[in-house]
C-alpha cells in the first residue's frame, strides 16, 4: 500500500534562513502584528519564484477582526508557512516542495469548473471570481494529522459565497473537490503512483455552507505562494490539515460521500470527517499534542484542541454521531 507521511522534527538549520529579505513583506508582517496589537517578530523572509503568478487581485486585503489569532497564538512566520509544506503532486519532502512547486508551473490564469448537482454548470476564472465577491484575511489554527501546527493569516473569501453562486439543486448533500492532474507540471503523479490521483477532499454540505470553511487566495496579504497551494485552496480549520485541498481545479455537488484520496490509500488511518481530535489517536501516533513550529525557539509541543479549538464554533454539526467511529 502506500505509504503514510512520516513525522519528522525539523532542525532550525534546514529552515530557508538565508533567502533574501524582502522589504514588502516585512511591511506586511509588520502592519499585521500592529494592528493585532501584538509584539514585533522576527524577520521575514522571501521564497523564490513564490507568487510569480496566482490569484493576483483582490489585495491589499482587511483584517477580518472576527478571526483574529486565536487566544495565546500568534501568527506563525511566513518562512515557516512558506517553507514546510506538504504538496504531494510534487515531493513528499516538504523542504523541497517550495522549490518544486516553481519551476515554471503556471498559476494564472486558472479556471474551476463547477459542476454535478447544480442548477447550470460554471466556469470560472478565479481572478473575476475574487473580483466579483471580494477578499479578507482570516487568522486560523492549521493542525496537521502529522502533529504539527501553524496559526496562518489567509486571505480569500467563504465557500458559501460560492456556493450560492453555483446554485446547487436539493440533490446536493456533498462537496467535492479535486486538484490539477498534470503530469507535465509535478513529478509527483510518476513518483507515488500507489495514490489514486488526481488529489481529491469532500466535505458534507452543512460542512462547506459553514462560516469558517474558507477558499483562501492568499497569505500575509499576498497571492498564495504555488507551494501552499495557488491559486486557490480550501481551508477547513477544525479538520485535519489534508482536507485542506490544494490548487483546485474542480468543485462537484454530489449526493453521496465523496471518494478522497487519504481515506482511499489509508481508510483506517484517515477518514471523510477527520475532524481534529485529541482524544482519537492516529493507529500509529498520538494526537494529543502537537509541534507547533516556529515557536519555542522553533517547535514546542502544545496540547492538541477538540475541534483544533473551534469546538463552539462547529461541536453542533456532529450531534448524534459517535465521533471515535466517524473519525
Ligand atoms: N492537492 C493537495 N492538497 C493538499 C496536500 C497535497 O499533498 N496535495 N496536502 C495536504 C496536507 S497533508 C496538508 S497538512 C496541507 C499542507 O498545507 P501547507 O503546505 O500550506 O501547510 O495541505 C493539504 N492539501
Ligand atoms: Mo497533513
Same mark, same amino acid.
Given at each position: 500500500m502506500t505509504k503514510a507521511p512520516f513525522v519528522r522534527i525539523p532542525k532550525p538549520s534546514e529552515l530557508p534562513e538565508s533567502e533574501a529579505t524582502e522589504e514588502s513583506l516585512h511591511r506586511n508582517r509588520r502592519e499585521i502584528i500592529k494592528s493585532l496589537g501584538l509584539a514585533a517578530g522576527t524577520s521575514l523572509l522571501a521564497i523564490p519564484g513564490a507568487s510569480a503568478n496566482a490569484a493576483t487581485t483582490g489585495f491589499p486585503t482587511k483584517l477580518n477582526k472576527k478571526y483574529l489569532p486565536p487566544k495565546g497564538t500568534k501568527p506563525t512566520e511566513y518562512k515557516y508557512i512558506t517553507g514546510y509544506n506538504n504538496f504531494y +503532486?510534487?515531493? @513528499?519532502?516538504k523542504y523541497e516542495v517550495r522549490f518544486r512547486a516553481n519551476?515554471?508551473? !503556471?498559476? +494564472?490564469p486558472w479556471t474551476i469548473e463547477i459542476g454535478g448537482h447544480v442548477e447550470k454548470p460554471l466556469k470560472l476564472d478565479v481572478n473575476d471570481l475574487v473580483k466579483e465577491v471580494g477578499i479578507e484575511q482570516r487568522v486560523y489554527r492549521f493542525r496537521c494529522v502529522e502533529a504539527w501546527s501553524m496559526v496562518i493569516p489567509w486571505d480569500g473569501f467563504q465557500l458559501s459565497k460560492l456556493i450560492a453562486k453555483a !446554485?446547487? @439543486?436539493? !440533490?446536493?448533500?456533498y462537496v467535492m473537490f479535486s486538484t490539477f492532474k498534470d503530469e507535465k507540471t509535478a513529478l509527483g503523479f510518476k513518483n507515488y503512483p500507489n495514490y489514486d490521483w488526481p488529489y481529491t477532499e469532500g466535505l458534507r454540505m452543512d460542512e462547506a455552507m459553514h462560516d469558517l470553511t474558507f477558499l483562501a487566495t492568499g497569505i500575509y496579504g499576498k497571492p498564495i505562494p504555488h507551494q501552499n497551494g495557488a491559486p486557490i485552496r480550501l481551508v477547513v480549520p477544525w479538520k485535519y490539515g489534508y482536507k485542506s485541498i490544494k490548487s483546485i481545479v474542480r468543485i462537484d455537488f454530489t449526493d453521496k460521500q465523496p471518494k478522497t484520496l487519504w481515506n482511499t490509500a489509508g481508510p483506517d488511518e484517515y477518514g471523510f470527517y477527520s475532524n481534529v481530535n485529541p482524544e482519537v489517536d492516529h493507529p500509529r501516533w498520538s494526537q494529543a499534542r502537537e509541534r507547533a513550529i516556529g515557536t519555542g525557539g522553533f517547535v514546542e509541543r502544545i496540547p492538541t484542541l477538540k475541534f483544533n479549538g473551534y469546538e463552539k464554533e462547529v461541536a453542533h454539526l456532529y450531534k448524534g454521531m459517535d465521533l471515535r467511529k466517524f473519525f
Open positions: +503532486e510534487f515531493t @513528499t519532502d519551476l515554471g508551473w !503556471k498559476t +494564472e !446554485k446547487p @439543486t436539493s !440533490k446536493a448533500k
